[in-house]
């Protein structure tokens, strides 16, 4: 096997309120607005970290692709509703000093700050779509 250069460029997650997952990614989280195309609720957003150009959360509307049937059209909506369909773990350095910023934003809280016995500490909240966003402390 020969060695391969691979990084991981840009991940996706649905969205459902184009203006409502701006101000969550840009103003709660912090992350950088990289390209916010289309137009109403067709809009397909890039936000990421500061400093990380290489990196990036693309915001897509759901089940826009022209092979999704109907029936899958409504459990997409249906799993988004419970928070179930999308998921992202993140980290950072201060996971207090995080929730701490991240709650006062309002977001909905899932989990504080918690010892997890697979030897993580983490927290988690659920963007505006219902997203699960886990952050894990770096140690």
């Known amino acids: 096997m020969t060695d391969m250069d691979i990084s991981i460029h840009m991940s996706t997650l649905p969205q459902d309120d184009p203006d409502a997952a701006v101000a969550f990614y840009r103003d709660v989280l912090g992350f950088e607005v990289r390209s916010d195309v289309g137009q109403g609720k067709m809009r397909w957003i890039t936000v990421g970290p500061a400093g990380q150009p290489g990196t990036s959360i693309l915001l897509a509307p759901p089940a826009v692709d022209p092979g ?29 000093s995080t929730f701490e910023k991240i709650q006062a934003g309002d977001a909905e809280v899932v989990q504080e700050p918690t010892e997890q016995p697979y030897g993580v500490r983490d927290c988690a909240f659920r963007d505006p779509a219902g997203n699960l966003i886990r952050i894990q402390e770096l140690r």
């Open 68 to 96: 999704v049937t109907e029936a899958e059209r409504r459990t997409i909506a249906e799993m988004m509703a419970k928070g179930t369909y999308g998921w992202i773990l993140l980290a950072t350095k201060n996971l207090d």
